[in-house]
């Protein structure tokens, strides 16, 4: 039998459109070492790799006529010289440039007839640096089984460990239209109900996909309690273009972590204080009306699991979608963090969320595949319910290496959901915090002012912190 795509896979397929790219990425700096770190390398490193992820080496077969959901094939014309680029930023670049050339990358769809990823090798910017970008389409994240490209590059020390070699990789055949035909009329036989839902995902029904994508999610019981209530209204929901727009912003996690001992929270509330500080801040910057009582709901996906013991060496791949009111009317840091902390206890209470060392205790570097996993949750929601989405996503605090050159930076980008002109992923690593903030080009050409807001609300709650 055919590889198939599961329902929930295939939905981002069907969910995706110009204006919508459904693929999350990531933005790695590295300092270059002194033997040099260049493309030759990373695309050897890559190919070296590649056994690892299987699935990258396989593209998306369409059903004729929907009668099935598509299939996983071997490509037989694989070229990894097209998924492994290089770009350059006219020396000395800078990081405007780069959060620039970022966001033209991420707004281009990936190529369906072709395994669906790509990397970016970024060489010319200052300070010895060099960047690598990737793009991974959200159907290829299937939960725990998942990993992102970028995470099997990477390495604990400057000496890349040794990869059991492969025999040279064979392309399996391609089944043919007769097969595939054949095997969607035999599935058709044993379930008839999964044609009618294929045929209706394929014209775009798209409350029956958002429904497959939040059972498999996991998390609908925190949102139906607030669905009645539609978020609020305002310039983060609006008419997504096919362009975007990317920032980023810098904490130390030590810092936070001192304002959560402070204040008895946690360092995910000290996280959703400081983007609600400065979310107030961007909203008054903008001429917008900001009383005591207003709110922006806040998507914020948890890994949670179902079992008392995390199972040994696999995190469960299950993610619940919260919806937190940030209260931005709140003009005191202390009393906005305190609010935060009450609504998201209310939630951790269920006693299902993984706590940050169990999503570390997993081997490789997760948090890639977590901030798609998070991603996924929010695109099964309507834009009515939330204003924008906050992944957190804890990573390693040991140096991370590629090819021998150290990961100074690791900045997430997360897909914005459909109407949302938003997306905030923050990953911690190697005592830093970093927020990469995925925004659409046209409804917020101020991101970066954002951005910068993010730093100010950081240091105004350290500022809370009595020495």
């Known amino acids: 039998m055919s590889d198939r795509l599961s329902a929930l896979d295939a939905s981002f397929l069907y969910l995706q459109d110009r204006t919508t790219p459904m693929h999350v990425g990531g933005v790695a700096v590295f300092r270059k070492p002194s033997e040099g770190f260049d493309y030759d390398q990373v695309l050897e490193l890559v190919e070296r790799r590649l056994p690892l992820v299987p699935r990258y080496r396989q593209k998306v077969r369409e059903i004729p006529g929907g009668l099935a959901r598509p299939v996983w094939v071997d490509d037989p014309d694989f070229d990894v010289t097209y998924h492994v680029r290089r770009s350059a930023l006219p020396k000395p670049g800078n990081d405007a440039q780069l959060h620039e050339l970022t966001g033209r990358l991420m707004s281009r769809e990936l190529d369906r ?35 992102d490209i970028g995470q099997v590059l990477l390495d604990t020390s400057r000496n890349p460990r040794e990869d059991e070699g492969e025999d ?82 810098r904490a130390q996690l030590e810092q936070l ?3 959560r001992r402070a204040h008895g929270t946690t360092v995910n509330d000290v996280v959703l204080s400081v983007v609600a500080g ?16 207003t709110t922006l709901r806040a998507m914020v996906p948890l890994s949670v699991r179902e079992d008392s013991v995390p199972r040994s060496g696999s995190q ?9 009111d940030l209260p931005v009317g709140e003009a005191n840091p202390v009393v906005r963090l305190h609010q935060i902390g009450h609504a998201m206890r209310a ?42 989405l906050v992944t957190n996503v804890p990573g390693p605090q040991v140096p991370l290496y590629a090819a021998g050159a150290k ?11 459909r109407n949302q002109a938003l997306s905030i992923g923050v990953t911690s690593y190697d005592g830093g915090v970093f927020f990469g903030l995925n925004a659409d080009r046209d409804a917020m050409s101020d991101v970066d002012v954002l951005a910068a807001m993010i730093e100010e609300s950081v240091e105004e709650m350290i500022g809370t912190v009595h020495v």
């Open 113 to 147: 007839s072709r395994p669906l990823w790509e990397l970016y090798l970024v060489e010319g910017l200052a300070h010895d640096r060099v960047a690598v970008i990737t793009k991974t389409h959200q159907a290829m994240v299937d939960g725990s089984g998942a990993i």
């Open 168 to 249: 040279l990789w064979v392309p399996r055949p391609e089944p043919s239209l007769a097969k595939l035909g054949l095997e969607a009329a035999a599935e058709a036989v044993r379930r008839p109900g999964e044609i009618v839902e294929n045929t209706r995902a394929t014209v775009f029904d798209l409350a029956a996909t958002a429904g497959k994508v939040a059972r498999a999610a996991g998390g609908l019981a925190s949102a139906v309690r607030t669905a009645a209530v539609p978020s609020p209204g305002g310039p983060l929901n609006a008419r997504t273009s096919p362009h975007r727009r990317f920032a980023v912003a």
């Open 257 to 259: 972590r001192a304002v």
């Open 278 to 293: 400065a979310l107030r801040n961007w909203l008054l910057s903008r001429g917008e009306v900001v009383r005591p009582s």
């Open 316 to 324: 469960d791949g299950k993610v619940s979608s919260y919806l937190v």
């Open 347 to 388: 939630h951790q209470e269920s006693g299902q969320s993984v706590a940050a060392d169990t999503l570390l205790r997993v081997s490789g570097f997760t948090p890639p595949t977590l901030h798609a996993l998070g991603a996924r949750a929010a695109n099964a929601f309507s834009a009515r319910l939330f204003n924008v």
């Open 407 to 417: 990961m100074a930076e690791m900045f997430p980008v997360v897909p914005l959901a």
